[in-house]
C-alpha cells in the first residue's frame, strides 16, 4: 500500500524534494551530494534548537541519509570525487580533510545530544513537540489547573480476566470494590475543593464554575439541572437484537465465542459514577429529578443502569427507547453546534442545552483515530445525530481514508491543524458548561477505543489494573494529565494481550495533543482558523492550561516543582508524585 505523509511534514519535503532531482535527470552521485547536503541543513536546523527533536519520524527518516553523507564526506573517495566535480583547485586536500574532521565532529555532537533522551521514554517514538514542563494558556478551577489522581489497587479484582466465561467481565460486581471506588471519588472531591467538609467542597467547585460562567460567586440552587454525560458509545451496535430486547445486557454479546477476544469494549462502568451520584445526592444537595445522565445518542447499558437506579430511582437515565424507564431526549429544532471549518453544523439534545452544568465521565483509553479517548472525544456522542462519523475528517488518523482501515496511520497528524475536539471543549452547551471532568480508569482501555482493558504495565500500576480515577475542573489539564499516562503506557515497548498488538503505538502518533495546544492558547489555531463553535462572533479564549510532565516516574508538572500558571498534580496517596524541584 503507498505510504502517505503529513503534506506539510519533513518527511513529506524530502521526498518530494528526491522525485523532484530525478526528473532533473541529474547523475547519481550529484543527487547523493545535493540531497546529504540538504538533509544534513535540514537536520541540524531542526535538532541543535531542541535536540529531542531527533526522535521524530520527520528527522529520523533523513537521519541515515545524513550520516551516510557524512561518511562519504569522510572517505578518502567521496573528497576526491567532490574535488574533482567541483574542478575548483585552489582548494586543497588539506582544506577538504580539514572541514570533513568539523563535520564529523559536529556529527559525533549530535550523537552525543540526542542520546540524552531516555530510550525508555514515549518520545523515542514521537514525543509531545513542546516537550516537558511548558505550560501555556489560562488554569482554571476552584484550584486553577489541579488534577486529582486516585490510585488504589485494592479497588479491582486482580484476578479478573474479562472475558466472556463464567460472566468474567470487567464491569461485573465481583471484579470491583465499590465501597474502595467510594472513597476514592469521595476523597478526590476534597482535595479538590479544598475543605474536608464534602458539602462545603462542593460549594467551592459550584462556586468557581459560575466565577468562569457567570462572572458571579454563586453555589447551587435547588432548581438548577445537572447532566452527566458518559461514555457509552456501543451500546447500539455491539450487542445482539436479543440482548436489546432484554435491556442492553451486555456489550458484545457473544455466542459460541462470537467476538469473546475483545472482552466489553472500554467505557462508563457502573462504579466510579455510584461514587459520584452519592456526592451529589448525599453531599452537594442535589435532588434526583434534577439529574440526566446518560450518553444522549446511545442507551445505558443493564449492568449501569441496575446498579444506580437501585439506589437512586428517581434520577433521569437516558435511553433511545423508553421501553425500559429511561428517558428520551429530543434533538434541538436548531442547529446549536457550528464548526469552525465552516464546513459542518449539528443540533444538540434538549437535556443538553437546558442543563444548568454538565459533568463529563470520560474513560482512560486510546483511539484508533484520535489517538487518546478521554474528555473532548467523549463529546463525539453529544451531538444529534445518530452517528460521528462525520467528525472524523478532522482526526489526526480519519476512518476512511484506508481501505481496510489502517488504524494508527496518522494521514491528517501534525500541528496546527483543524480539529474538532476544539470546538466541542468549547462550545457553551458542552465543554463551556462542563463544571468538572471525570475520568474512570480504574480498568484502563486496550489498543483502541473497540479492545476491553488490559493490564498496565507503566509505575505505580505494575501488570496490574490501573486503579486509577482523574478528576478536575480544568478540561484541558485533565486531558493533557490522561495522555502523559497513556503515552507513557502505549509507548511501543510495552507489549499487552494478543487483541492489542495489531496496534501498540496509538497514543504517539505525531499531533495528539494538537487540539490540547489549541485549546490552551489561541496563538496555537492554524492559519485561517477562528473557532467560534457557538458562532456567537465572540472567538474561543483559552479553555484552560496545558503541558507534559517532566517524565513517567516522577510525574512532575510545574505546580509541583513549584512554579506558577502550570498544572498540579495532586496523588492519593501523596507519594506517587515526586514533590519539590
Avoid at 181 to 196: A, R
Avoid at 295 to 308: E, R
Avoid at 532 to 545: I, R
Amino acid at each position: 500500500m503507498k505510504k502517505r505523509y503529513d503534506k506539510k511534514s519533513g518527511v513529506a519535503w524530502f521526498y518530494n524534494f528526491r522525485n523532484w532531482l530525478k526528473t532533473k535527470k541529474l547523475p547519481d552521485s550529484v543527487v547523493l551530494i545535493i540531497l546529504g547536503v540538504a538533509s544534513t541543513v535540514w537536520f541540524l536546523l531542526r535538532v541543535i534548537p531542541k535536540p529531542s527533536r531527533a526522535s521524530y519520524p520527520c528527522v529520523q527518516a533523513v537521519a541515515p541519509i545524513m550520516s551516510g553523507f557524512v561518511v562519504y564526506l569522510l572517505s578518502l573517495s567521496g573528497i576526491t570525487l567532490i574535488f574533482k566535480r567541483l574542478k575548483n583547485k585552489n582548494i586543497s586536500r588539506f582544506s577538504l580533510a580539514n572541514a570533513g574532521l568539523v563535520v564529523l565532529l559536529l556529527f559525533f555532537t549530535l550523537v552525543n545530544i540526542t542520546s540524552d533522551t531516555s530510550v525508555t521514554s514515549a518520545q523515542v517514538l514521537v514525543g509531545p513537540e513542546d516537550g516537558p514542563n511548558q505550560p501555556v494558556g489560562k488554569a482554571r478551577g476552584a484550584k486553577p489547573g489541579v488534577v486529582v489522581w486516585a490510585w488504589n489497587p485494592d479497588a479491582t479484582n486482580e484476578n479478573s480476566k474479562n472475558v466472556v466465561e463464567n460472566g468474567d467481565w470487567y464491569f461485573t460486581p465481583k471484579n470491583t470494590n465499590g465501597e474502595v471506588v467510594n472513597k476514592m471519588v469521595s476523597d478526590m472531591v476534597i482535595k479538590l475543593g479544598g475543605s474536608k467538609n464534602p458539602s462545603k467542597s462542593w460549594d467551592a467547585i459550584f462556586k468557581a464554575f459560575n466565577r468562569t460562567k457567570l462572572g458571579e460567586n454563586k453555589g447551587y440552587t435547588d432548581d438548577e439541572k445537572i447532566f452527566i454525560k458518559i461514555n457509552q458509545g456501543t451500546s447500539t451496535w455491539s450487542i445482539t437484537k436479543e440482548e436489546q430486547d432484554n435491556g442492553y445486557e451486555v456489550p458484545y454479546g457473544v455466542k459460541e465465542g462470537q467476538r469473546a477476544r475483545y472482552g466489553g469494549p472500554t467505557e462508563t462502568a457502573p462504579y466510579v459514577v455510584l461514587g459520584l451520584l452519592r456526592q451529589l445526592v448525599n453531599e452537594a444537595g442535589v435532588k434526583q429529578a434534577n439529574i440526566y445522565i446518560g450518553d444522549p445518542m446511545k442507551h445505558i447499558f443493564k449492568h449501569n443502569y441496575d446498579v444506580w437506579h437501585s439506589e437512586f430511582p428517581d434520577i433521569n437515565y437516558l435511553g433511545i427507547s423508553d421501553k425500559f424507564g429511561r428517558y428520551v431526549s429530543k434533538p434541538t429544532e436548531k442547529e446549536m453546534l457550528f464548526y469552525s471549518d465552516k464546513k459542518l453544523a449539528d443540533k444538540l439534545h434538549d437535556v443538553t442545552v437546558s442543563a444548568n452544568y454538565m459533568i463529563n465521565v470520560a474513560s482512560l483509553k486510546p483511539h484508533g483515530s484520535a489517538g487518546i479517548s478521554i474528555v473532548a472525544k467523549n463529546h463525539f456522542g453529544s451531538h444529534a445525530r445518530r452517528g460521528a462519523g462525520h467528525l472524523h475528517y478532522s482526526l489526526i488518523a480519519p476512518l476512511w481514508e484506508e481501505s481496510p482501515r489502517q488504524v494508527g496511520k496518522p494521514s491528517n497528524g501534525g500541528y496546527k491543524k483543524y480539529r474538532v475536539l476544539v470546538d466541542l471543549l468549547g462550545s457553551k452547551y458542552l465543554g463551556g458548561n462542563t463544571m468538572l471532568c471525570v475520568v474512570d480508569g480504574l480498568f484502563g482501555g486496550g489498543a483502541d477505543e473497540t479492545k476491553g482493558p488490559v493490564k498496565y504495565f507503566m509505575p505505580p500500576f505494575n501488570g496490574d489494573w490501573s486503579n486509577s480515577i482523574f478528576m478536575s475542573q480544568d478540561q484541558v489539564a485533565i486531558e493533557s494529565v490522561c495522555y502523559d499516562f497513556l503515552r507513557s503506557e502505549w509507548n511501543g515497548i510495552n507489549k499487552h494481550d494478543a487483541a492489542n498488538n495489531v496496534f501498540e503505538e496509538g497514543p504517539n502518533m505525531r499531533g495528539v495533543d494538537d487540539h490540547l495546544h489549541q485549546a490552551a492558547d489561541p496563538e496555537n489555531w492554524p492559519e485561517g482558523i477562528i473557532y467560534d463553535p457557538d458562532n456567537s462572533g465572540n472567538p474561543l479564549t483559552s479553555l484552560g492550561v496545558h503541558e507534559h510532565w517532566n517524565n513517567a516516574n516522577d510525574k512532575q508538572y510545574s505546580g509541583n516543582m513549584g512554579r506558577k500558571n502550570g498544572i498540579t498534580l495532586v496523588s492519593i496517596p501523596e507519594n506517587l508524585v515526586k514533590s519539590g524541584k
